[in-house]
């Protein structure tokens, strides 16, 4: 009983192949957030400006969505093996350039932009190929423990990274961390190299607007797929609540950025646990319905801290809306993978990546304008209680997506 509790990590030893990949995946992880506090600290050293900083945020996003679905056309187009080795190298150069503008103090903020930019367009084809690779090397039956070791390993790159690059960039300056970064790289190529010639089944079709459009129409009709989208904005765009964490830690729990980081902080923590605890995710067959439930818990959670004038509660409650939110992943990934055909995987996978990406970022410009009109404490009752209202109308009506069973 206590071995099933616990992460389920059947996958990582039945696939040689899994492990690889998820073993570089976890470093790259890693590097990754590694450079992103790098980036960070470089961008506002130069200039001493935090709109600096932020507009780092727009040279991420913009590459994303844009390249994000015609990224899951070009997967679906060609093999996706040698698309992700092209990929993953053309991070490692970029983490490399990185590192040798910081050696060399180039000290140039379009620099940080461009590198930022190029790196969240290749890492949007990447992803979008990437995410094609479970199904491939693992039966169905492992998909949910596949999703949910994803899950633990991006939640603890989350928490550690940001502590080694600051050991790092204290002791031997930011181009370690760059240079760390672009070293993940190795195992990332190294798993990548040890899988067999990925084409997509069935010949796969040709890169262009009316392949993604095809994509689209089929993520829209399809009862299952379009539901698990609909659930993921449902709880992103009506309930992110980050945003609104400087103005409740200043005005309602008498906090400072220490404050501030602890609400950040709990939101993650709860998703270690409840990765760490998956292992009956696997075996649960009714995964819509758990999905369901995990969006009305994150809704209800996140209104339910506005309620409480205690820390302590608050921060209970974040980490249960990110233990809920780990759930909702895993489900949204393992239903995705489990019902899309081959030849449109990289599409749909695209699709996910973009709604991933931009869910989030539309909630916090919601809960920051509500925010500036009503206040952060009736801003973040109003998201939660939002978010509940639509999973209670999504739920009645789906009958399919209600009853879904992942082993009928």
């Known amino acids: 009983m206590p071995r099933r509790l616990f992460a389920d990590v059947t996958p990582l030893r039945e696939s040689a192949e899994f492990r690889w990949l998820w073993a570089g995946q976890s470093l790259s992880s890693v590097g990754s957030t590694m450079t992103v506090v ?80 190029t790196s969240a367009a290749l890492a949007a084809v990447d992803g979008s190929a990437r995410r094609t690779f479970p199904p491939r090397v693992l039966p169905v039956r492992l998909l949910p423990a596949a999703a949910a070791l994803n899950q633990l390993s991006f939640q603890i790159a989350i928490i550690a990274a940001p502590l080694l690059a600051g050991v790092l960039i204290a ?43 095809e994509g689209i129409r089929y993520a829209t009709r399809h009862r299952l797929i379009g539901m698990i989208f609909l659930l993921d904005l449902n709880a992103t765009a009506l309930a992110m609540p980050t945003a609104l964490f400087p103005a409740l830690a200043a005005t309602h729990f008498g906090g400072g950025a220490q404050t501030v980081s602890y609400l950040f902080a709990a939101i993650g923590v709860g998703g270690i646990v409840a990765a760490t605890l998956s292992g009956p995710l696997g075996h649960l067959r009714h995964q819509g319905r758990a999905m369901l439930i995990s969006v009305a818990v994150w809704g209800a959670a996140i209104g339910s801290a506005a309620l409480t004038n205690h820390l302590w509660l608050a921060l209970l409650l974040l980490a249960t809306a990110g233990a809920a939110d780990i759930v909702t992943t895993v489900f949204r990934a393992t239903i995705l993978q489990a019902n899309t055909p081959d030849d449109l995987l990289g599409r749909l996978s695209s699709l996910d990546l973009v709604i991933g990406i931009g869910g989030p970022n539309l909630g916090n410009v919601r809960a920051g304008a509500l925010g500036g009109l009503l206040g952060p404490i009736p801003a973040l009752l109003l998201g939660g209680l939002t978010c509940v209202l639509g999973a209670g109308v999504l739920t009645a009506s789906s009958r399919t997506f209600r009853r879904y069973d992942a082993k009928a």
């Open 171 to 213: 002791s031997l300056g930011l181009a370690a961390a760059y240079a760390v970064d672009a070293l993940t790289f190795v195992a990332v190529l190294a798993g990548v190299r040890r899988l067999p010639p990925m084409p997509p089944v069935g010949g796969g079709s040709t890169f262009g607007l009316r392949s993604v459009a």
């Open 38 to 117: 790098a980036v960070s600290i470089q961008a506002y050293d130069l200039t001493g400006s935090s709109v600096a900083v932020g507009a780092l945020g727009l040279a991420n996003l913009f590459p994303t969505l844009l390249l994000g679905l015609f990224g899951g056309s070009i997967a679906d187009a060609v093999d996706r093996r040698r698309l992700v080795l092209l990929t993953s190298t053309g991070l490692m150069a970029i983490g490399v350039l990185f590192a040798v503008q910081a050696f060399l103090h180039w000290d140039h903020l379009w620099l940080l932009y461009l590198l930022t930019a």
